[in-house]
């Protein structure tokens, strides 16, 4: 079973600069893939292959225009050709119906402004972590990690993210061998979601929706009014942006936390989870119907699924 662990990173100002970099590089090699593949068939020529496109990566750092692609990790920039191939191939089982679910667009070119920055390190980069604790990478140095558990085995890969807010997190990928199945519980429950609770509970429990962004609108309000007073593309007004972003992750923060906590109770408490297949946020709409009603008249059977328990862990 693979498994993601996220850690906050503290890079110096020098490593920030480095990792700039690097993104910047990364979001290069992946434009140019797409705008290659875009004249390709814009041209009526034959598909480009992931080979031929390595190839023309490779090709570019001899030349003056993409020569400081050799400043960064090699492998970070075949990630990055990775991620168009695989998101090619998503569109492409999409339009086909092979892949379920909503259709999925082609890829769109990547900004220097998008809210999220990242890179991927590989094996084949050789990345580490240390003795005391730090993450060395390929041409950026060791980094500061705050870890807040033990990794279970080796990582095969790690991914370096910045976020909206200007944070830095180590997201690392590792192969578990541990046995994750919780111990059997005599309990079932149904969850019926609603709008004046988060959730109501078949044994009558009434889970109330947390305000987290009500507790914060006073402190956002301010921070807004401030970031409109600014002017564009001043120093001023980027840093205004940053202290937006760093309360509204907060808030996101502080909902997925209490998320969690809530989601792991109940499955540890239950051996089966029944939840309703339903629009929640057409609810909210004038004129909805009831979710337990149909055309003809009471919904049969129930709102939640009567979906069988299954054995072992908690569905």
């Known amino acids: 079973m693979q498994l993601r662990y996220n850690y906050r990173v503290y890079p110096t100002p020098r490593q920030q600069a480095s990792l700039a970099r690097a993104f910047g590089c990364a979001r290069v090699v992946f434009n140019d893939g797409l705008r290659a593949r875009q004249e390709a068939r814009e041209q009526g020529l034959p598909y480009l292959s992931d080979a031929e496109l390595s190839k023309r990566v490779t090709a570019a750092k001899a030349t003056p225009e993409r020569r400081w692609l050799s400043e960064v990790s090699s492998v970070v920039l075949q990630q990055a050709l990775a991620d168009l191939n695989v998101a090619y191939r998503n569109f492409f089982a999409s339009i086909s119906g092979k892949r379920k679910g909503r259709k999925v667009t082609p890829p769109r070119f990547r900004s220097r402004k998008d809210n999220r920055q990242a890179i991927r390190f590989t094996a084949n980069a050789r990345f580490r972590v240390l003795d005391n604790g730090r993450l060395r990478l390929p041409k950026i140095g060791n980094l500061e ?75 956002l309000r301010r921070l807004q009014q401030d970031l409109s007073r600014k002017q564009r593309g001043s120093q001023n007004r980027k840093k205004a942006v940053v202290k937006v972003a760093r309360a509204h992750a907060r808030v996101a923060d502080t909902r997925r936390d209490w998320q969690h906590k809530l989601s792991t109770a109940i499955i540890r408490d239950n051996q089966a989870v029944y939840v309703e297949d339903l629009c929640v946020v057409g609810l909210g709409r004038p004129g909805s119907p009831s979710p337990c009603t149909t055309r003809d008249g009471p919904a049969s059977p129930p709102c939640w699924s009567t979906r069988p328990p299954g054995t072992g862990a908690p569905s």
Do not use: M
């Not at 890969?157 to 059997?184: H, W």
């Not at 709008?195 to 078949?202: G, M, P, Q």
């Open 145 to 219: 990690v705050r870890w807040s558990r033990t990794l279970p085995s080796a990582p095969s890969s790690v991914t370096i993210i910045k976020d909206a807010a200007g944070r830095y997190f180590a997201s690392f990928v590792v192969q578990s061998t541990q046995d994750e199945t919780l111990p059997p519980a005599g309990a079932e429950v149904g969850i019926d979601l609603g709008l004046t609770h988060f959730a109501v509970l078949s044994d009558g429990t009434k889970v109330a929706a947390p305000k987290f962004l009500r507790r914060t609108a006073r402190k």
